[in-house]
């Protein structure tokens, strides 16, 4: 129970279908999946959560050692499968999340039996041939700007949420802490997501895979998601026509038939 | 009666654009093109405002400005920086929605040049940074400090156990002056004390460290708790600090399976003794407060301790403590004593846990306990190695040494 505590995980769906677990990436929290949830509650038993840091967590179990890399976020996603004890499970992860997802089915592949990896990258950073997007100099500046914009990625957010008097439903509907972070968990989070390579481990995937990737990802190119597609062994590539980094909120019906075609095969 | 307007005027000082669902920028006013320094045919349908972002802007649009806007429709007053074609940075406020059109859906955005916001904004963040290191560096001084307080390691003591416990009060980040030690004399001899130095703060922790130190130094020259006392009454004295102390000394020596114990208080609350078949006492003898008067009155009091006695010392803290139930009182100690003593290591949890328990886990005040239990020859522990005071005195140290750069740090402002 104190597992399913500190991740927040919500349950919803058909109990003792096929459990399909939604993990959110980096910025927000659960709610990113929200307008793609319903698509699957009438044949799945979905599982959302949040990361130690983000959402509606448990605050007080962050641990920064942990959390430095990706591994501590990946034996978070061992825990909740472990937990939910309706192994194996089908895994979509959105942006960072899909690589925590390979790392966990590499560790326990026996927990999954299906990937989604919803516009993933292997690495953000630019290394000889292979292009991520980003320059070194780029995370830098990124890691250096979310100290000097301490206040945007604090509370910058804040104000939208609470204040939206105009759609009242929609704000009382939506958890207050979306999209807040702690400035300093965020950073460690946007250093162990953008410093990370794991190029080295997409051959190693032993669960059968899809990729999804977008148009115009300003995040994850589409050189970044044909080189997850080329290296985990046998993966699917499904284009999709939504653009921007975050489909599952800009175009959720496409996002969720894309996902459905594949993982109810 | 409000006009509805048809646009905004093209020279009005608030920059507009629209963004289409691609991302592309498909409309732009004067403000902004000025703004971001470039021509309108190299902005409108040429570039996405993702691009004109620096790059932590960029993740940010991604990762938080666009999912708060899909959710819900706008966003409002985010920092962002525009870069323009040199490089410079501008600093602006961003507020958006969604509005249809006949392309689909697009981002109607509306920017604030921020300069002085901004600069205002890193002054605030730099002396809130400030704040926290200042208060970082004096709880650690703190924690520091209150190590100096107790031994590192109570020395194993043949045929006696002996286990202090020592809790700050509230969170810790605030030094008191409780402090215990027990250390053994040429002699053989061993001697405990627990005591409370007035107030709190760095100064009330130099003297608490000041009579800890000492306590080791006189306990030497002189044998009768009383003496020893008197002797550091007047030490503070001579020290010059206003701040006084209260203070339990004990010496203890071993005589085949008893102990004498001879017992020595400075105004501070007597030790309960529990003899091995229950019965409780307040042992030693009462005197004045330490480092008021030139002449104090202090006595000792000697007493022959068995197997299966046992006698548990403590500061004000304790018996002061309270909580919705008034004060936990002698009553409480009282109340543990009574519920029967196995062990040195058992009285001193019980006591701290049913203290703090009272106060609903926020001590007010220090607590220092320490329970010694006379044991049987059979259960003797090896003997010491005398690691502890060589780690205290590390400590000590440190903390001087931060202590001085703290000071060293105030005169400076």
New interface residues.
Partial sequence: MQVLARHNVAVSGVEGAPVIVFAH????DQ??W?LVVPAFEADFQVVVFDYVGAGGSDLAAYDRDKYASLAGYASDVIEIVEHLDRAPVTFVGH?VSTMIGVLASIERPELFDRLVLLGPSARYIDDGDYVGG?SSA??D??????D??????SH??A???MG?EE?PA??AE?DES??RTDPDIARRF?AAT?LADNRADLPRVSVPTLVLQC?????APLSAGQYVRDHVPGATFGQLDA????PH??APAETAAAIGEFVRA | MTQRLEGLPADVLCGYLEVGDDGVVTSANDEFLRIVDRPHDEVVGAVSLSSLLAVGDRIYLETHFRPTLQLHGEVREIAMELVRPDGTKVPVLVSADMALGKGGQFMRTVVFEARDRRRYEQELLRARRAAEEAEGRARRLAQTLQQTFVPALVPDIPGLEVVGAYRPAGDGSEVGGDFYDVFQLHSGEWVVAVGDVCGKGVEAAVVTTFVRQSLRALAVQWDDPSQIIRALNTAMLQHGTDRFCTLVVLRLLKEDDDWLVTISSGGHPLPLLTTADGEISEVGASGSLVGVLAQPGLADARYVVGVGDSIVIFTDGVTEARGEAGSFGLEGVLGVLEAGVTSAGDLTDNLLQQVLDFQAGEARDDIAIVSIRVQDDADEAPAPAPRADVEAKDRALRALQELQELERLDEAE
């Fill in positions: 990436g980096f910025g927000c709610n990113m929200r942006s980003f780029d995370i500046e990124l890691l250096e700007s979310m000097s914009n301490y206040l945007g990625w910058a957010i104000p939208a949420i939206n759609q929609l704000a939506l979306f999209c946007a953008f148009r115009n990802d300003a995040i653009s921007g980094h975050c909120l800009s």
